[in-house]
């Protein structure tokens, strides 16, 4: 028999895993722009995220950064690497043919790129995908537009790599 306290508990470890999870897609996103704007390998930079990045205290003792997912974080990463053909190609064809992938923000890139070794394989449901990289979205862009872009090329992307799921 459950009381009460193991509901709240139960809530609190899914609040838990919620953040860890949407860490991993931040510090993913991250990763994937650190590897582009530095010509790094994904094997270097991950190795860096997880050991001097998630989950640490900054300089400033304020500063600590947040616990991800490491498994989680991982498996972007690789899956944005090994993928990133076929990301970059949906990602384009969601694009106004003026602005291909190559044209547009670096971060952006990244975002799209992250997001699509979720669609590409089939552990999270697309919706969730596209709500979570849209907050992402949010977090690095003040304005609303570039989260209403983000929406709309995710929305496009998910419909092409898993239509069964619309």
């Not at 530095?38 to 989950?55: K, M, T």
């Not at 974080?73 to 076929?86: E, K, M, N, P, Y």
């Not at 979720?118 to 977090?139: D, F, G, H, S």
Request: glycine share 6%.
């Amino acid at each position: 028999m459950t009381g009460r306290g193991d509901t709240r508990r139960d809530a609190g470890d899914r609040q838990g895993r919620q953040a860890r999870t949407a860490a991993a897609r931040l510090y993913a996103v991250q990763a994937l722009f650190q590897m582009e704007a530095s010509g790094q390998s994904a094997d270097r930079v991950q190795s860096e995220f997880v050991n001097w990045r998630i989950g640490r205290e900054g300089e400033d003792a304020d500063i600590v950064s947040a616990e991800a997912d490491q498994a989680l974080f991982s498996r972007i990463v690789d899956d944005a690497v090994t993928w990133q053909g076929r990301i970059d190609q949906m990602t384009d064809r969601a694009l106004v043919a003026k602005w291909p992938i190559g044209r547009i923000d670096p971060v952006l890139r990244a975002l799209f790129r992250a997001a699509g070794a979720e669609l590409v394989t089939p552990k999270t449901p697309p919706k969730v995908v596209i709500a979570e990289y849209v907050r992402i979205a949010q977090a690095f862009f003040a304005e609303g537009r570039e989260s209403k872009f983000v929406n709309a090329v995710l929305d496009f992307m998910a419909r092409e790599a898993r239509p069964e799921a619309f």
